[in-house]
């Protein structure tokens, strides 16, 4: 675990996702701690920080509830939401169409060449079955095209598909803190995994989580 980070190189050094992801495992342990209410909000914080974390809150939330009722559960989700709203709200007073631009430049990002759907086109332009179309955009290298496309479109949805049902076979399952950190680790996987996404600075979220 702590020779892992030299393993990405300078990468972890000139890339955001260090602060997410300690906020993601603070607020994680804060809720293996018994501090439920601080935990969900600094999962909230660390959620409006950068998205993934949001992945590892329903099964926090389904962690409260069986150990501590239905109210407290409520109650650290209204906490969780409340959070990420403060942090939004004056943003999207001051400039409503920034946020929307923001939110939505992400969500339409084309498939990114280190992602699982390319790697399958790359195989494919090696065997000469496909040419490669760059699209160089949004700050990264990316496959272009129509079957490109309809690959992140279907990687989008195998990832939320993977994320949900990680979801529903934690919540079958007794509410224990492995079983919690575990299923945290796998939703975050499953995200970066199928993800139309995948830089490498991505893997700097599980460094914490899988030891």
């Known amino acids: 675990a702590a020779l892992a980070p030299l393993a990405l190189g300078t990468v972890i050094l000139t890339r955001f996702d260090l602060w997410p992801t300690a906020l ?32 590892v809150v329903p099964p926090a939330l389904v962690y409260v509830w069986r150990r501590y009722g239905r109210r407290e559960a409520l109650v650290c989700a209204a906490i969780f939401a409340g959070v990420v709203a403060i942090i939004f709200l004056p943003f999207v007073l001051l400039s409503p169409g920034g946020v929307w631009d923001s939110l939505n430049r992400q969500a339409d990002r084309p498939l990114q060449i280190e992602s699982l759907g390319s790697s399958f086109l ?49 919540a079958r399952g007794p509410a224990t803190q492995e079983r919690l950190v575990r299923y945290s680790a796998a939703c975050v ?23």
Do not use: Y
């Open 24 to 55: 993601l495992v603070l607020g994680l342990a804060a809720v293996l701690a018994e501090r439920k209410r601080t935990g969900l909000g600094v999962l909230g914080l660390a959620a409006a920080a950068k998205v993934f974390p949001v992945v």
């Open 189 to 211: 996987a499953a995200f970066i995994a199928f993800g139309k996404v995948l830089s490498p600075q991505f893997l700097i979220w599980l460094l914490p989580l899988v030891p």
């Open 122 to 170: 790359l195989v494919a332009h090696q065997l000469g079955l496909w040419t490669i179309q760059l699209n160089l955009s949004h700050g990264s290298q990316n496959q272009g095209g129509s079957l490109a496309d309809t690959l992140a479109a279907i990687q989008s949805v195998v990832q939320a598909l993977a994320v949900i049902a990680l979801w529903v076979a934690f």
